[in-house]
């Protein structure tokens, strides 16, 4: 009995960040809307208020780690973030809100998206010293951001679809949910234990960051860099092959998040039985899942593919990040375990930069019909040689030696 109670205490406090958490896409099935609406700025501007959350997480989040590391408290960090969330709903309480309004909202978000990237920090000091524990607990509160996703993106959608695009902001105000929790149930996990100074007493050797979290870092950023158009076309895809509007942009990257919630909740299965090749297959599954989205005759095939690409997508991310916090010392886990969430911030951020140039480098292939289609495409190609690669290659550290 004590276990369940210790269990549910434990997913509440989890819950508390791992909602604001879910939040930070909510606006992208309204990116076709927005870009319309502010017809007069660049249709590059318009997207990065999709991104400038994830260049703000990082502003944020590295400084933190890197000069505090295991100082932090996040007790603090997590409350001032739900605070910042719930300024996203901005946009929604001033009258036609000028493009500045709308981006500062976004900064707001970015802001306390960066206290949010302690997250997996967070989990390993509740739960340091059982191996077994963090991978499952890293597995549910991925599958809980990715619920959140599930319902947040067609609620915001609908909203917009319904009531005006504005409307969709308020799907932010859930984050007083988020504010009332950390600061009513939430408790600060105690700091891991101190790491065994080495015989010369030196403490250089135990501060040094392994390269190894830097190349599990780099691997999660290009990945991200290259599944991140799926937030910010998806809906510019629902519209050109007339499925529909928001909404069913919404639905398509719920479908995303519920396939994320699926991959966090197999994770500790892939993390025990397939470690040697859960890498190469959700790769394999990327490679499967845009390609049903540039192939899809319906909007609800396109759904499965999502589904596919959310699958693959969080089982890479868990497995980076539990492999970044196991090749570095408690002296630099707190950074290498917030480094893995950066660096998804890079990828999406520089993501958009990158989709006008990828759709104009495949311009002349005729079968690619749309924006969205040609940029998929090259990310099919891409995970299509990673899987390949993964699948002759061990990844896990200390798998070179």
Not at 110 to 135: K, T
Not at 193 to 206: E, I, M, Q, T, V
Not at 263 to 284: C, E, K, M, T
Not at 293 to 303: D, Y
Request: net charge positive; with cysteine; proline share 6%.
């Amino acid at each position: 009995m004590l276990k369940n109670k210790n269990f549910f205490y434990n997913f509440i406090q989890i819950f508390s960040f791992a909602l604001i958490s879910g939040m930070t896409t909510a606006i992208s099935p309204l990116m076709h809307m927005l870009t319309e609406h502010y017809s007069g700025v660049s249709v590059t501007a318009v997207r990065m208020l999709s991104s400038v959350v994830s260049l703000c997480g990082i502003c944020v989040s590295v400084p933190l780690t890197l000069f505090f590391g295991k100082r932090l408290r996040f007790k603090p960090l997590l409350t001032l973030g739900a605070c910042l969330f719930l300024l996203g709903s901005l946009p929604f309480f001033v009258p036609d809100p000028p493009f500045a309004v709308v981006m500062l909202s976004r900064v707001c978000v970015g802001v306390g998206f960066g206290f949010c990237a302690l997250r997996n920090a967070c989990v390993r000091r509740m739960f340091a010293g059982d191996d077994r524990a963090i991978a499952g607990w890293l597995g549910i509160m991925n599958a809980t951001v990715s619920i959140v996703g599930v319902l947040l993106g067609p609620a915001a959608g609908a909203l917009a679809d319904r009531f005006g695009l504005f409307h969709g902001f308020l799907v932010y105000l859930l984050a007083s949910i988020s504010l009332i929790l950390i600061t009513l149930v939430f408790r600060e996990p105690q700091e891991e234990p101190a790491d065994k100074l080495p015989s010369d007493g030196g403490r250089k050797s135990r501060d040094r960051i392994p390269p190894a979290v830097f190349r599990f870092a780099g691997v999660c950023a290009l990945t991200t860099f290259l599944e991140y158009p799926i937030f910010t076309l998806s809906s510019t895809l629902a519209a050109v092959r007339g499925w529909g509007g928001a909404a069913v942009g919404g639905s398509i990257l719920s479908l995303f998040s519920l396939g994320g919630m699926a991959g966090s909740l197999f994770y500790p299965v892939q993390n025990s039985r397939l470690p040697r090749y859960g890498l190469a297959i959700d790769y394999l599954l990327l490679t499967c899942g845009f390609s049903l989205m540039i192939l899809a005759p319906a909007a609800a095939v396109a759904m499965t593919g999502a589904f596919m690409l959310g699958f693959g997508f969080t089982n890479q991310m868990l497995s980076n990040t539990k492999w970044a916090g196991d090749a570095a010392t408690p002296a630099t886990r707190t950074f290498a375990s917030t480094l893995l969430p950066v660096s998804v911030s890079l990828g999406s951020f520089m993501s958009t930069f990158w989709i006008p140039v990828v759709s104009r480098l495949t311009a002349g292939l005729s079968f690619l019909r749309s924006e969205p289609e040609r940029v998929y495409f090259f990310s099919i190609l891409v995970y299509a040689a990673f899987a390949a690669v993964f699948f002759v290659f061990d990844p896990r550290p200390g798998s070179r030696r």
